[in-house]
């Protein structure tokens, strides 16, 4: 098994490039902090990884994604499995009268992702077989006042990637966007964290190495927000506009 | 942005306390610095914390700042040939033996649980089983980083002459933020052990078996039953083993069957439900009395196999209750506690016994002594539960005792102080910028 993870750092990717080293996988870990990188490297090495290399690159701004994204792929002589999990929250009320730093949050999330999964997409129908799994947003399922700018970007990544699905559904590859609800990471440092709402990173990466061999291509992470979003993407808007949530 | 997230409800595992503190969550060792001083700066004294397996409150810091290290639980070195590992200190137990039982090693000293992080088993000097043999796991420990409310991190080994490694091997998080730490493994021929079983059936004989047993087995242990008096008093389970040999190297799996969803109503703990659990348990230890071979997980942790099983004591939680009594006087302290106990009809579900070794405890508060340690929990309810513990206290101080920080809530400044003569020289290395709801209680003078 041959992983590439795009935004290696980020605590849902390393903690599910964890499982792939415990099968003994071969890791190309993406990022732009080589110390970081470094040391999720030997952590995965010694979690019994085959193989861990690392890659400095900045995502966010990718130069000619598809000829970087080959070499992502030679440089552990071939990929079964792509996940995306880089991503920045942004400040949305900043954002909302700073409308570069609402372009970033599109370009961050959405523009670059797109690049990378398209790159990524294109290899995998080339092989006829592997797995690209996204990191999305629950957020992305209802624009809400708190962080709308974010959840449109992850909401155009979620038409996105069932675009890819259907694309890949009689090819053989496997697309998949994994939906989180609030997860205790650096994204959310700062956040009231009490209530059984909040995962942890493992829980979510549990369900985004089980989803890249199987299923169907959305799941939430974890799996009781396909109830709640359910029931807050079909509230009338004259009930929904008057909730504080 | 801040670091640190206000969370309204941080509990201990025993569950009796609960209350908020501001928590930071850091991912990296590279942001700890800058987090100390954060915290520090607004205001906080602040406490590292892991896994959260500390019973009472040593582990909690209301109003103040908790830094989860469990984020920081990266592997930094394996070395098969010197055997050393070198982790941050938030790894836990369970993930370091998922990595080097197949290499065949195995922790020196393990807990009775593998849910607890590398640096909350320093800062409690923790023992096991094999307390006899290899003492405690700060005897394993070779070097440690530890970062004080300066924002310096100092790299400290045994031979440290400033003393500050000493204070930190059992000194229950208060000098400063332990960051990574490399511990010498044992070797193992396999993943399997060699168990003995001997019902005994009374006190008495326990210490003859513990006797009997030191020189051949590497791992001793006992369950007893504490509500049956009288004839019955001090009736048991003793248990004993050594790594087998030979067999499969290959880890166990996970052996968690099922996790509480919920806490029990807190009367499902009660005498009846304990004595028919004891009944049960010594029949269910007749019936596998003598030799057998099992894996690691079922010997070392079997009570991992209910996740969160402190949820069985219900919304008031338990209280722990730890001592060790000196050799001399093991014998008549340890039946002094166990009628006292018996007496007043609040069993222990979970009754630990066994005799430490002479082998000497590198930490200034380390807890383990040359003696007997007996291990209890009780549901709170409130009053009658406090008196019986207070009647406890007043056996092992008598004794020249002590009790287990980890395990406590509730002892007076007076009893810690007893048992711990060094504490006033582990104090002067305490690190002000920290502070934890145990040392403001038990360091008043």
């Known amino acids: ?245 | 942005m801040n670091p640190f997230s206000p969370s309204d409800s941080i509990r201990s595992w025993g569950g009796v306390l609960k209350a908020p503190h501001h928590v930071a969550r850091p991912g990296w060792r590279s942001e700890l610095s800058r987090l100390v001083l954060s915290g520090r700066q607004q205001g906080y004294r602040l406490l590292a914390c892991g896994l959260r397996r500390s019973y009472g409150d040593s582990g909690l810091n209301p109003h103040e700042g908790l830094i989860d290290m469990t984020g920081l639980d990266r592997m930094i070195t394996l070395d098969p040939a010197t055997r050393r590992i070198r982790v941050e200190a938030g790894a836990s137990f369970d993930a370091i033996l998922q990595v080097i039982v197949r290499q065949g090693l195995f922790l020196p000293v393990t807990p009775g649980t593998r849910f607890v992080t590398v640096g909350g088993a320093i800062a409690n000097d923790v023992h096991g089983k094999n307390h006899h043999r290899h003492g405690t796991i700060g005897r394993w420990v070779r070097r440690l980083g530890l970062l004080r409310s300066d924002g310096l991190e100092l790299d400290l080994a045994p031979d440290d002459p400033s003393g500050l490694f000493q204070a930190t091997i059992g000194g229950l998080g208060l000098t400063g933020v332990i960051t990574w730490a490399e511990i010498e493994l044992m070797p193992i021929a396999s993943a399997m052990m060699d168990v003995e079983n001997i019902p005994f059936g009374k006190l008495d004989e326990f210490f003859t078996l513990a006797a009997d047993s030191e020189d051949a087995f590497d791992y001793t242990v006992s369950w007893i039953d504490c509500l049956s008096g009288g004839e019955r008093l001090g009736r048991g389970i003793f248990t004993r083993g050594n790594h087998a040999g030979t067999g499969s190297i290959l880890p166990d799996r996970g052996n968690t069957l099922l996790t509480m969803p919920v806490n029990l109503p807190g009367l499902a703990m009660n005498r009846y439900s304990i004595s028919a659990f004891n009944a049960l348990y010594v029949w269910n230890g007749r019936r596998k009395s003598g030799t057998a071979r099992t894996g690691l997980h079922p010997f070392f942790y079997p009570l991992d196999s209910i996740g969160r099983w402190n949820r069985m004591y219900g919304r008031n939680g338990m209280y722990q209750y730890q001592s060790v009594v000196p050799a001399a006087v093991q014998k008549e302290a340890t039946h002094d506690m166990l009628k006292a106990i018996s007496a007043s009809g609040q069993g222990s579900f979970l009754a630990v016994l066994k005799t430490f070794g002479d082998v000497a405890s590198p930490g200034l508060l380390s807890f383990p002594a040359p003696g007997t340690t007996l291990a209890l929990d009780f549901p709170n309810r409130g009053d009658v539960t406090l008196k019986l513990m207070g009647r406890l206290d007043a056996i092992v101080r008598e004794a020249g005792g002590r009790l287990y920080p980890a395990k406590d809530g509730r002892m007076s400044a007076a009893m810690f102080q007893a048992g711990y003569p060094a504490w006033q020289e582990f104090a002067k290395y305490v690190d002000a910028g920290f502070s934890s709801h145990f040392w403001k209680r038990v360091s008043q003078i």
């Open chain 1, 1 to 245: 098994m041959r992983l590439i993870v795009l935004g290696a750092t980020s605590s849902i990717a390393a903690a599910t490039a964890r499982l792939y080293a415990a099968d003994g996988a071969t890791i190309l870990l993406v990022g732009r902090d080589q110390d970081r990188l470094e040391q999720t490297a030997a952590d995965l090495a010694i979690r019994g990884a085959e193989r861990v290399e690392t890659a400095l690159c900045d995502l966010a701004a990718p130069q000619d994604a598809q000829r970087q994204f080959s070499d992502f792929s030679a440089r552990i002589g071939g990929v079964d499995h792509v996940l995306l999990a880089y991503g920045i929250l942004g400040d949305q009320a900043d954002a909302e009268r700073n409308l570069a730093a609402a372009e970033d949050i599109l370009r961050v999330n959405f523009n670059s992702a797109t690049a990378w999964a398209l790159a990524a997409a294109n290899l995998l129908e080339r092989q006829g077989r592997g797995s690209l799994v996204v990191i999305g947003s629950v957020a992305g399922d209802r624009g809400r006042r708190a962080n709308f700018i974010y959840g449109a970007a992850k909401a155009g990544l979620a038409a996105l990637m069932e675009g890819i699905a259907h694309r890949f559904a009689d090819k053989g590859p496997r697309a998949v966007l994994i939906k989180p609800g609030p997860t205790v990471t650096p994204m959310t440092e700062g956040m009231n964290r009490s209530g059984a709402l909040w995962a942890s990173p493992e829980q979510v990466a549990q369900i985004v190495y089980r989803r890249a061999f199987r299923g169907g291509p959305v799941a939430y992470a974890p799996g009781f927000w396909r109830i709640i979003m359910l029931v807050i993407r079909n509230l009338p808007s004259f009930i929904f506009n008057r909730m504080e949530i």
